[in-house]
């Protein structure tokens, strides 16, 4: 397992080469934004994750087999995986992000997905959260910025 990376996949490029013409200026990887998601667009409030359908669980032919050499530990680990993305995006909604999950096999067809995320990233900009109220100090004046 080593080997399997968890930046700049293949389909991680592949979904970055569809967006580059739509929309550019995303981030990666922010570590600031709950989950890690693989793409990020701030400002619009947007987190986008590319998932392989063998290793988050995916209801797809190649997502839906299971490995004969240690099956316990496999469905285990595909379990914690599938538990972990459903929190990371409860989390992202909790804090007024929109989430989109790019499948490995949705690759299979890139016009459909690049009309899929050209929808997403083409609704109204998320209205920007206020910051929160400053606390006061002990001696009842604000902090200074």
């Avoid at 469905?75 to 459903?86: E, G, L, W």
């Avoid at 067809?109 to 959260?129: C, F, I, Y």
């Amino acid at each position: 397992m080593r080997a399997v990376k968890s930046r700049d996949t293949t389909p991680e490029r592949l979904v970055r080469k569809l967006l580059r013409p739509i929309a550019p200026g995303y981030r990666l990887h922010r570590k600031d934004i709950p989950g890690r998601p693989d793409i990020a667009y701030p400002g619009r409030r947007i987190a986008i994750f590319v998932h392989g359908c063998f290793w988050h669980g995916h209801d797809c032919a190649r997502g839906a087999r299971s490995p004969k050499a240690n099956a316990d530990y496999w469905s285990a680990k595909i379990a914690r995986n599938m538990a972990r993305d459903a929190a990371n995006l409860a989390a992202l909604k909790e804090k007024g992000w929109r989430s989109f999950v790019v499948w490995e096999c949705q690759l299979k067809q890139p016009e459909a997905l690049k009309a899929s995320l050209a929808a997403l990233l083409s609704q109204t900009r998320a209205e920007p959260t206020p910051p929160p109220p400053a606390a006061a100090s002990p001696s009842g004046r604000r902090p200074r910025p």
